[in-house]
C-alpha cells in the first residue's frame, strides 16, 4: 500500500562492530576528497541501473487529435476516509488519485525531466521582488474558479496558510512545511493579487502559491477535520465528482461544468474500489483500464489481456520498514535494537521478492531525500557502516546491548524480544515484505508475529495513531525533496511521523536547507539531515518500486512516468 507525501519526487547505528570497526581502526579513515569521489562512483552506478527505464512511458498524441468522448477506470484499493487532503487522515494516494482530474497540484506543470513550470490556467505570474525578507508577488488567473462556482481568490490562500502554519494545533494537518514560514500574506491590487512575505527563506515558495480548496474547508478545525469525511472538497480541474457511492465503492468524475480552460477530452474517470488480489482479474477482464503492478504474479497476468500493453519508468516511490519506537513494550525505545533488525534484515531479498519477478532492477535505498541516480545521492550510512544485511553483527550487537540468546530466542530483564508487523489484508508486496523481515528477524532471536488488518483501516486505524511496533508501506514523492523530506522523523508531531521519534538536530538543518539557494549547500545540508535520520534506524529503507502500468491499448497521454504530469484535459481513449 502506498501514502502520499508532501516530500519528494525524487529518492534514495551509532556505531560499526565486529572486523570492520577493527579494520577501520586500524587503516585511518577515508579524506573528504576520497569519500566525494567514492560517493560520485556509487551514484554513477546507480544511475546506470535506474537508466535501464525511462522516464516517461505512456503513448503521445496531439490534443486536437485525440478523439472526444469515452471514459477511463482505475482501480483503487480504498474509498476516502476523508476527502480533505489537507487533513491527517485524508493523507492517502488513493484519495490524491482521484484528485488530480479535479486539479490537485496543478497549478504546477512537471515536465519529462522533472521541470517545473507555473500553469497560466491558475497562476498568470509570479516573482520573487525580494531577498530580505523574502517577498513574492502573484497574481492568479481572474477566470478561475472552484468547481462550485466560487473563484479562487487570494482569500482562499490566507485561509489555508492560517490553517496549515501550525499556529492552531487544533486543525490536524499533514504538514507545515513552507506555511509555518510566511510573514503575511496581503491581497494588493484585487482580489486575484497578492504579496506573500516570509519570516524566513524558503526555497520551494512556488509551493505555496495557490490555494488546495476554497477558504470554506479551513473555516475552523471541525470542518477541516470531519467536515470532509464524507464528500470531496471543492476542486479546480477538468473534471469533478460526480457521483460517490461508497457501499458499492465506485467513484465517478465528470465534466465541471465551471472549468475555464480547454474541453476535456474524457466524458468521465471512474474509480472503483477493488482488492489488490482481484485487480488483475479484473483488468484481464476489462473491467478496469489501468492496474498498477506492483508484483510479477501480476504482471504475469496483466500480460494475458490481448488489448493492452505494459509501460514501465524509473518510479517516485521507495519501501522501508518504520519502527514505531514507542512499540514492543519498550524494546524499541533502544536504538541498538533498532540496529540490530536493521543490520539483520535482507533487504537484497526483499527486492528479489517484490521488484525481480517485475522484470525491472532491484536498486537499494541508502538516502532518505534523494533516489539513487539523483545529483546529490550519497550513502547516508557510510559512516556509521554501509547497511548490509549482516546477521552475525546484528547478533554481537544485540549481545552487547545485553539480549541473551537461549535457545533461539533472546531475553534481557525477563523481557523476550516479541514484535509484530500490521500487514493490510490483501496485499501481496506488502505481506512479502513483512515475511522476509520476520524470517530474518526470528533468525537472529526476535520472535515477530504478523498481524492481518483489513485493508480500509490500515492506515486510519493503525499506522496513523501509531498502534503497531512495525509497518512496511510505500512513500510517493512530490517534485521538492528537500524542503520536506524531515518530516518522516521530525518534529514529534508531525503528520508524517509515525516513528514516535524525533531529533532535536533536525529542525535547526531543516531551517538551513530550506534557506539554502545555493544548489551545492542544499545538497549538503539535505545529506546532513538523511545521516542524522539513518543514524536513528526508526526507519529502515528498502529499495525504490519501478513505476509500472498495464494500460488498455488507446489511452493515451497517461500513464507510466517518473515525472512528468498528466494534462487531464488531453487524456482521451483512440479510436
Known amino acids: 500500500m502506498k501514502i502520499t507525501s508532501t516530500r519528494r519526487l525524487f529518492l534514495a547505528g551509532t ?13 585511518g579513515q577515508a579524506t573528504e576528497e576520497e569519500q566525494q569521489s567514492q560517493a560520485a562512483e556509487e551514484n554513477e552506478e546507480a544511475a546506470e541501473e535506474q537508466g535501464e527505464l525511462p522516464s516517461t512511458a505512456w503513448e503521445r498524441m496531439e490534443y486536437d487529435e485525440v478523439p472526444d468522448g469515452g471514459s477511463l477506470r482505475k482501480a483503487i484499493l480504498t474509498f476516502p476516509a476523508n476527502w480533505n487532503r489537507d487533513q491527517v487522515d485524508g493523507n492517502n494516494a488513493d484519495t490524491s488519485e482521484i484528485s488530480y482530474p479535479c486539479g490537485a497540484g496543478a497549478e504546477l506543470i512537471l ?10 490556467d491558475y497562476i498568470e505570474s509570479a516573482e520573487m521582488t525580494s531577498e530580505d525578507p523574502q517577498t513574492v508577488s502573484v497574481k492568479y488567473n481572474p477566470n478561475a474558479k472552484w468547481d462550485d462556482g466560487s473563484p479562487i481568490v487570494v482569500a482562499d490562500l490566507i485561509a489555508q496558510w492560517k490553517a496549515l502554519n501550525g499556529s492552531n494545533e487544533e486543525f490536524l494537518v499533514v504538514s507545515t512545511v513552507g506555511w ?36 470554506s474547508v479551513y473555516a475552523d478545525p471541525e470542518t477541516f477535520n470531519t467536515g470532509f469525511a464524507d464528500g470531496p472538497t471543492p476542486g479546480k480541474g477538468p473534471f469533478k465528482v460526480g457521483t460517490m457511492d461508497q457501499g458499492g465503492g465506485v467513484v465517478t468524475l465528470e465534466r465541471n461544468e465551471h472549468w475555464w480552460g480547454r474541453a476535456p477530452k ?20 476489462g473491467e478496469i483500464d489501468w492496474l498498477d503492478v506492483g508484483t ?8 494475458t489481456r490481448s488489448d493492452a500493453t505494459i509501460q514501465a519508468t524509473n518510479g517516485l516511490t521507495w519501501t522501508h520498514l518504520t519502527i514505531n519506537v514507542g512499540g514492543g513494550d519498550g524494546i524499541l525505545e533502544d536504538v541498538k535494537v533498532r540496529e540490530a533488525m536493521a543490520r539483520g534484515i535482507d533487504r537484497d531479498a526483499i527486492g528479489r521478492a517484490v521488484v525481480g519477478p517485475l522484470e525491472a532492477p532491484i536498486v537499494l535505498v541508502d538516502n532518505f531525500v534523494y533516489m539513487p541516480g539523483q545529483d546529490g545521492y550519497q550513502d547516508s550510512y557510510e559512516a556509521i557502516g554501509s547497511l548490509t544485511f549482516d546477521p552475525e553483527a546484528a547478533g554481537t550487537i544485540l549481545d552487547e546491548a545485553g539480549w541473551v540468546l537461549e535457545g533461539d530466542k533472546r531475553s534481557k530483564d525477563g523481557k523476550t524480544l516479541d514484535l509484530s508487523v500490521i500487514i493490510p489484508a490483501d496485499t501481496k508486496s506488502n505481506s512479502d515484505r513483512a515475511r522476509q523481515v520476520q524470517t530474518n528477524l526470528n533468525a537472529i532471536g ?9 485493508s480500509d483501516g490500515y492506515f486510519p ?9 512495525m509497518v512496511t508501506f510505500s512513500w510517493v514523492g512530490t517534485a521538492f525533496p528537500e524542503s520536506s523530506s ?7 508531531d508531525s503528520g508524517q511521523n509515525y516513528t514516535g521519534f524525533a531529533d532535536d538536530r533536525l529542525g535547526p538543518l531543516n531551517e538551513q536547507v530550506k534557506a539554502a539557494f545555493d544548489e551545492e549547500e542544499r545538497r549538503k545540508v539535505a545529506n546532513e539531515i538523511s545521516a542524522i535520520i539513518a543514524e536513528s534506524f526508526a526507519v529502515i529503507p528498502f529499495y525504490a518500486t519501478p513505476n509500472i502500468v498495464a494500460i488498455k491499448t488507446g489511452v493515451v497521454n497517461t500513464g507510466a512516468s517518473q515525472f512528468e504530469s498528466t494534462d487531464w484535459t488531453q487524456v482521451g481513449v483512440k479510436a
Open 15 to 27: 556505531g560499526v562492530v565486529g572486523s570492520a570497526a577493527a579494520l577501520a581502526a586500524c587503516g
Open 111 to 120: 515536465s519529462e525531466a522533472g521541470e517545473k513550470e507555473l500553469n497560466p
Open 180 to 215: 509555518d514560514q510566511i510573514e503575511s500574506i496581503t491581497q494588493t491590487d484585487d482580489e486575484y493579487s497578492a504579496e506573500i512575505v516570509f519570516s524566513s527563506p524558503f526555497i520551494d515558495w512556488i509551493t505555496v502559491l495557490h490555494p488546495v480548496s476554497p477558504a
Open 266 to 285: 474524457l466524458e468521465t474517470v471512474i474509480f472503483q474500489v477493488v482488492d489488490q488480489t482481484t485487480q488483475p482479474q479484473s483488468f484481464a477482464n
Open 296 to 303: 510479477g504474479d501480476v504482471l504475469s497476468q496483466a500480460k
Open 446 to 454: 526476535f520472535n515477530v508475529e504478523l498481524q492481518t488488518v483489513p
Open 461 to 469: 486505524d493503525y499506522v496513523m495513531p501509531k498502534a503497531f511496533d
Open 486 to 492: 524531515v518530516n518522516l522523523v521530525y518534529p514529534i
